[in-house]
């Protein structure tokens, strides 16, 4: 009886963790952009932070989805996918509303426009939308018709999971190429790296394809790099130090 007992208590502990583990998985990504899209409001200031996340994001996460249809992986990642892709469309609503506000006078650009120099740099949110659902349209028709192959769903599988360890690249080069880290928001870095570890053990423990736990490490290594310019220019500075008023998103383009 008493085995009975404890089998049914440590059945009970594995399933609330894993509950917990899940919520964590799904919601977890957009806690990062909660401060700053409070930032964007309070400040009415759009500049620290680049749509080209937002790009880079949705990109990821509508392939991720997409590769689903071909191979399976665990629910709460399909979850993550939508609720990141929600996040990041408010995220560009809020952006262009405060941007279109402060330029008034700036010429209107649209995506019907297809003009390469002002690509995702739209004056409105509808724009965006359109974009977002012609490159949806066409990835899906893409792997409607190629679903059969292995090699095309494998490789759809890494581009997701690829492009998305890639978001913390263009803030480590942009740190390289100042040689200092200010301006950077670190709280937002140390965000990243807790939940982009988080989010590669759970890959691990979960078995998930192998496309993803691979990524999730090269994005933890990413966030450390990051991390150890941080020390490094603090520690060793490279140029005079200047004063800004606005904090920019860690992952900036």
Known sequence: MDEVILDQILYVA???VSWIASFAII???VVPYIPQYRDIRRTQNAEGFSTYV????LVANILRILFRF???FETPLLWQSIIMIITMLIMLNLCTS?????ELNTKRRSFTDFDWNYFWSWSRFVDYLQCVLAFTVLAAYVTYLLL???LFVESLGFLAVFTEAMLGTPQLYCNYQNKSTEGMSIKMVLMWTSGDTFKTGYFLLTQAPMQFWICGL?????DCTILFQVYYYSRYPQKPISHITHTTS???L
């Open 218 to 222: 090269l994005q933890v290594c990413v």
């Open 148 to 150: 059969d192959s292995v």
């Open 98 to 102: 405060v941007r279109m506000a402060t």
């Open 70 to 72: 071909g191979r399976y």
């Open 27 to 29: 919601f977890g990504g």
């Open 14 to 16: 594995q399933q609330v």
């Open 54 to 57: 937002c790009l880079v994001l």
């Open 250 to 252: 860690a992952k900036a």
